[in-house]
Every structure is written in structure tokens, then in C-alpha cells.
């Protein structure tokens, strides 16, 4: 069983900056590909941001490319969301997911263990 804590969510302006962490229970950290997601009002969850077990393999998004940055520390059993040039259209709950797998996902029905999720609101 794994647990998956997301925080840094909040409450920023369009153009500022976020870091998102989520922090996971247990001693295999580094055997999960990680991924994370995000849920907007009235849409289906969608794919953001996945990493390798390992962190040398990333992929992101077309729509968050170039503004988000994954990252994993597997001493601290930690992922990251660097968040820059926030939009408004990237309001949403925050969600990161751990696939056994150890490789990358994209699709969510893959992903085993998901976090509570957390808050992202931009103002424009």
C-alpha cells in the first residue's frame, strides 16, 4: 500500500509561480513511475506531468510544457510540480498517482495509488 500526500497548492495570480509536492509512504518509492494530474471544474481529469522511477525520463503535457517542470527525490520519497507562467485555465484540483510499473504513464486507469488532491485557483 502506498499513501500519497499532495501539498503547496493555493491561490496565485496569472503569470506567478507554484511548487506542488507529494509525498509518498513506504520504502519501494523509488520502484514507481509517478505521475500528476489535475481536475478543472466541470472536466474529466486529465494528464499533466509523469517521471521515472529513476527521474531520467519526464513527460509533460502539450498544454503545460515549457511552464511545468516534474522532479522526484527518491532519498526524501518526494514529487515535485514546478509551475511557472501560471494561467487561469490551469485552475484545478492537483492530483499525483504512483504506477508500480516504474515506467511512464500517461493514462490515468494505469496509475495504482492516488492522492487527496490539492487546490490550484489563478486569478486573472
Known amino acids: 500500500q502506498v499513501q500519497l500526500v499532495e501539498t503547496g497548492g493555493g491561490l496565485v495570480q496569472a503569470g506567478g509561480s507554484l511548487t506542488l509536492s507529494c509525498a509518498a509512504s513506504?520504502?519501494?518509492?523509488?520502484?514507481?513511475?509517478m505521475g500528476w494530474f489535475r481536475q478543472g471544474p466541470g472536466k474529466e481529469r486529465e494528464f499533466v506531468a509523469a517521471?521515472?522511477?529513476?527521474?531520467?525520463?519526464?513527460l509533460h503535457a502539450t498544454s503545460v510544457k515549457g511552464r511545468f517542470t516534474i522532479s522526484r527525490d527518491n532519498a526524501k520519497n518526494t514529487v515535485y510540480l514546478q509551475m511557472n507562467s501560471l494561467k487561469p485555465e490551469d485552475t484545478a484540483v492537483y492530483y499525483c498517482?504512483?504506477?508500480?510499473?516504474?515506467?511512464?504513464?500517461?493514462?490515468?486507469?494505469?496509475?495504482?495509488?492516488w492522492g487527496q488532491g490539492t487546490q490550484v485557483t489563478v486569478s486573472a
Open positions: 517521471i521515472h522511477r529513476n527521474g531520467g525520463i519526464t
Open positions: 513506504g520504502r519501494t518509492f523509488s520502484s514507481y513511475a
Open positions: 498517482a504512483a504506477v508500480l510499473s516504474g515506467s511512464i504513464r500517461y493514462n490515468r486507469e494505469e496509475y495504482d495509488y
